[in-house]
């Protein structure tokens, strides 16, 4: 599968902005879905994660209440709905794909497909 991220930009803090990864070549439905995001000098670190049919869901505590993670299986695509952006949210935003069963993942080694990633940027 193949991953396409967009959305990201600049927006000051407080504001929102919504991310989305479109998929394409295998059924989409088949991966538990998540997004990573890596701010400068730091190690890449995980979001929100979103199982294949989309009823179950798994946030790191930094975001819990202002993000939301959620998927269109008939329309190939995942989102991040990111509200009250903090300049600690600044990172490049990356969608994964697992091929693995299961509900949700959220190590890094558990994802096989990555996307190249969508620059966010909260100003104070």
């Known amino acids: 599968v193949q991953l396409q991220a967009s959305g990201g930009g600049l927006v000051q803090a407080g504001g929102s902005l919504r991310l989305s990864c479109a998929a394409s070549?295998?059924?989409?439905?088949?991966?538990?879905m998540g997004w990573f995001r890596q701010a400068p000098g730091k190690e890449r670190e995980f979001v929100a994660a979103?199982?294949?049919?989309?009823?179950?869901?798994s946030y790191v505590d930094s975001v819990k209440g202002r993000f939301t993670i959620s998927r269109d299986n008939a329309g190939n695509t995942e989102y991040l709905q990111m509200n009250s952006l903090k300049p600690e949210d600044t990172a490049v935003y990356y969608c994964?794909?697992?091929?693995?069963?299961?509900?949700?993942?959220?190590?890094?080694?558990?994802?096989?497909?990555w996307g190249q990633g969508t620059l966010v940027t909260v100003s104070s």
């Open positions: 070549g295998r059924t989409f439905s088949r991966y538990a």
């Open positions: 994964a794909a697992s091929a693995r069963g299961g509900l949700v993942f959220i190590e890094h080694g558990s994802y096989d497909y």
């Open positions: 979103i199982s294949r049919s989309g009823g179950s869901t």
